[in-house]
């Protein structure tokens, strides 16, 4: 498969164009011209351009890539190792951000809500990034607390009544608690996200939304992989997710 053309095509499906990021979606850093094997990963760590290269992977995959706005600009330090590593072997990097969240079928948040078992009803926020929707049935928060942990494998952070009932859920992936006043103004029980700063848990507990930051890479994991099944079925390439563990 073509690099242009693979990238043509994700762009277009994921609708790249329509999002105001903090980083250029679709390819990033450009290698060899034919792509027939693709190794996803939620960031572009050195850890996994190696395991990618082992993996004799022509492209990675990511949903954290680089050049993000206001970072350092020069190709120093870290940033030029993990570039040259890719320039040396001929890995194409491409990423894609926002677009990867919000994809109603691909997206972070929808695989987070199929995986849950949440019925999505409608999304709000900024560029409609936060879903909300509800569960089949009424549990305590405590007994979704370890079925989400069981599902991601991690403890999540609970800031809510661990034996009070829940069912109707906000969730956005990733560093997205600021979207809790969002969800406070849903109405809903609980909002899910993936990081948590000290002001949102006064918030939580005066509003009565539970909150849960179930790890910034744990609710990003399974979005990449959507795209890349997607990718690998369609043009008839090899896919394989590897997940470079990390505890935020």
Sequence with gaps: ?????????????LEVERFRDYCPNGLQVEGRQE????????????????AAQQAGADMVLVHHGYFWRNEDPRIIGIKHKRIRFLLEHQLNLSAYHLPLDAHPVLGNNAQLALKLGLQVEGSVGEQSLVLHGSL????????????????LQRQPLVVGDTAREVQRVAWCTG?????????????????????????????????GVAYIAAGHHATERYGVQAL????????GLSHRFIDIDNPV
């Excluded at 600021?178 to 507990?205: C, K, M, N, P, W």
């Excluded at 890349?228 to 043009?235: D, N, Q, V, Y």
Aim: charged residues 15%; without cysteine.
């Design 35 to 50: 792509v027939n094997s693709i190794v996803t990963g939620v960031t572009a760590s050195m850890a996994l351009l190696q």
């Design 1 to 13: 498969m073509n690099i242009k053309e693979l990238m043509d095509y994700t762009g277009q499906i």
């Design 136 to 151: 089949p049935q009424a549990e305590t928060l405590g007994g979704f607390q370890q079925r989400l942990g069981g599902l």
């Design 175 to 207: 560093a997205a608690q600021q979207y809790l006043e969002s969800a406070i103004e849903l109405g809903v029980d609980v909002f899910i996200s993936g990081e948590v700063s000290e002001q949102t848990v006064h918030l939580a507990r005066e509003s």
């Design 228 to 235: 890349g099944r997607h990718l690998a079925e369609k043009f």
